[in-house]
Nanobody, 115 residues
Framework: QVQLVESGGGLVQPGGSLRLSCAAS????????MGWYRQVPGKQRELVAV???????NYADSVKGRFTISRDNAKNTVYLQMNSLKPEDTAVYIC?????????WGKGTLVTVSS
């Protein structure tokens, strides 16, 4: 089993930056694809970025060029560097781990982009 704990959310002004972290425990981290999703109440969960166990990257069009996902397998941690933040980026950001057979979700961390 995998447990995921996100951190780094908070209030930031438009144009600012924030770095989210997701610490994983309970299994072999390096074998999981890791992703960041975001969700607003009443709206469908949106995939923001994913990094596979082999290091392949994919981003939502809305965040390309602004967000960067990375992983440090030695630390069992996935990061989401968010730059040039916009008010529409406001959401609960949720970490996901996918083994190919099982999926796990963190509890989320709130990011609010507002002046």
């Amino acid at each position: 089993q995998v447990q995921l704990v996100e951190s780094g959310g908070g209030l930031v002004q438009p144009g600012g930056s924030l770095r989210l972290s997701c610490a994983a425990s309970g299994s072999i981290f390096s074998l999981y694809a890791m992703g960041w999703y975001r969700q607003v109440p009443g709206k469908q969960r949106e995939l923001v970025a994913v990094i596979t166990s082999g290091g392949r990257l994919n981003y939502a069009d809305s965040v390309k060029g602004r967000f960067t996902i990375s992983r440090d397998n030695a630390k069992n941690t996935v990061y989401l560097q968010m730059n040039s933040l916009k008010p529409e980026d406001t959401a609960v950001y949720i970490c996901n781990a996918d083994s190919g057979a099982w999926g796990y979700w963190g509890k989320g961390t709130l990011v609010t982009v507002s002046s």
